[in-house]
């Protein structure tokens, strides 16, 4: 078997070009959804986040503003941040880039985010109401592998997932999509025992592990659907999924590559998440 490649960037490209639309609509209430991107420090792969997430805000019409605060900056003055951005009504979603230097409580900067303004759909209150089956705010990348699946028309109730990798960025609220969708959900973390074990349930299988073609041919079930997370540069500058395509490529019957897979869905449903934002600012 040679599995289909899943263009996530035609898809993507569908999805902005949507949303596109739907800012022209806004236009005619007054309104330009705005997106504040705050990146602190110099991390080199956030640099270049921020900047493929601003560039494609202002090609689907959206306003963007990226600030850039020094590594040393304290985590009050990253709060006052925040907060000023919270009071902003031309910022419809805010965006704090993960990670933060270590000096900085994660947790503590994305729970000063305004919920309604999280596009992230990283604060309790978005994690909480997606627990519970209300999901307002959907974190962009696990939303991305739904809007994947949904064009691919693949069936998840009842299926058998597997998501590899528990991260509150990815790994839990994938879970908690696929359940929602009635799937049966398996979710693994670094502890798993005989990952292959579960792998090789999977009719549908997500990795985002961060570890470099971890996941090989022999895990997978024959016929399963396979969406890799992960964007690792190796040592000859060339980037590298989760998973090895190759060998996942005679047994899977679909699969994302790396790059043009999960990553440019990640942005398009950001540009979803900032657009409806500001649709809910809109009087009923
Ligand atoms: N760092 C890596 N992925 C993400 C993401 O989706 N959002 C934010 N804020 N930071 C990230």
Known sequence: MSARIIDGKALSATIKAQVAQRVQTLAHHGITPGLAVVLVGE???????????????EKAGLHSKVIRLAADTSEETLLEVVRTLNGDADVHGILVQLPLPSHMNAGKVIETIAPAKDVDGFHISNAG????????????????????????????????????????????PMALLLLAAGATVTLCN????????????ADVLVVATGHSRMITGDMIKPGAIVIDVGINRQADGKLAGDVDFESACKVASAITPVPGGVGPMTIAMLLVNTLEAAERCLPI
């Open 129 to 172: 109401l997606l627990m519970t089956g209300r999901p307002l705010v959907r974190p962009c990348t696990p939303y991305g592998i739904m809007k994947i699946l949904e064009s691919e028309n693949v069936v998840l109730r009842g299926a058998e997932a597997v998501v590899v990798g528990a991260s509150n960025i990815v790994g839990k």
């Open 43 to 57: 991390d080199a792969a956030s640099q270049v986040y921020v900047r493929n997430k601003a560039a494609a805000c």
């Open 190 to 201: 670094s502890k798993t025992r005989d990952l292959g074990a579960q792998t090789r349930r």
